[in-house]
């Protein structure tokens, strides 16, 4: 497991403990990587974090666009496990989980304790540094750098 | 659909001393239909009791004695009584200490049988 924010390490490695889950990326909506577990080619954290946001954000829309308030949770189950796309607010921010588990665990299991890993992130959140901007002009040097940092490249 | 369900959860909700009844997706381990009191919260109750039975489930294998029937938890201040209706879906109970068990057991036997 990698964290860009130390803050979310004990959480996290919490939650992968309880839950089983076999890969775990924590970005923001705009798709910054915070932390990962299980990912072992930055390209393909490149591609889940925007295809992970990329959904949410889609999935927000169509809420809107139907007037149904927030959807909540994204979940696509296959045949041997299953993939949960979690939104969750920290502080006016909104962060995403995505975590893909297996038939060695459960949707119930892997929700209950992405609630409790999410509770102890926004307690555990100094405020400023996740309430930071990204300026798109910055986005993908942010990008690199988190990449850089979660792999140790 | 869901009616079906809500019938047989508040059939279990009758037997006294209950505190929280619900039907759970045992493969997924979330919540189907649910009746609790307030201050029980059935989204962990329902994923912890699908892992759980299916923990036992392998150790009942293991130990050759097929599939569980009802699943009893005895704790200090209450019972945990599970029911597997099938590989699919699972009735759960929480009680308090003074509940039936008897007839709580009979309670989920029935809600088994009519949600077969």
């Known amino acids: 497991m990698r964290a860009l924010e130390p803050w979310v390490e004990s959480p996290l490695t919490e939650f992968l403990a309880e839950s089983s889950a076999r890969l775990v990326l924590l970005m923001t909506s705009s798709g910054q990587v915070i932390a990962q577990h299980g990912f072992t080619r930055s390209l393909d954290v490149m591609s889940v974090a925007a295809l992970g946001a990329a959904i949410v954000a889609s999935t927000g829309e169509l809420a809107r666009v139907m007037d149904a308030g927030s959807l909540g949770h994204v979940v696509h189950q296959g045949k041997h496990g299953g993939v949960l796309l979690a939104p969750f607010p920290l502080g006016e921010k909104i962060w995403i989980g995505l975590i893909v588990f297996g038939q060695d665990t459960s949707l119930g299991l892997v929700q209950v304790f992405f609630h409790t890993m999410a509770k102890q992130i926004r307690e555990a959140a100094p405020g400023s540094r996740s309430d930071e901007q990204i300026l798109a002009e910055q986005f993908e040097s942010e990008l690199d750098r988190s990449l850089r940092r979660l792999f140790g490249r | ?116």
């Open chain 2, 1 to 116: 659909m869901s009616n079906r369900y809500d019938a047989v959860v508040a059939a279990i909700t009758r037997v006294g001393g209950v505190r929280s009844a619900c039907v759970v997706d045992a493969i997924d381990g979330i919540v189907v239909a649910e009746s609790s009191m307030v201050g029980t919260d059935p989204a962990p109750l329902a994923a912890l009791a699908a892992s759980l039975t299916r923990k036992l489930d392998g150790l009942l294998s293991v130990a050759g004695h097929g599939p569980p029937r009802v699943i009893h938890l005895e704790a200090e201040l209450g019972h945990l009584m599970l029911k597997p209706v099938s590989p699919e879906l699972l009735v759960v109970a929480v009680t308090d200490t003074e509940t039936n068990l008897g007839l709580l057991r009979l309670a989920l036997t029935d809600a088994a049988e009519r949600l077969e």
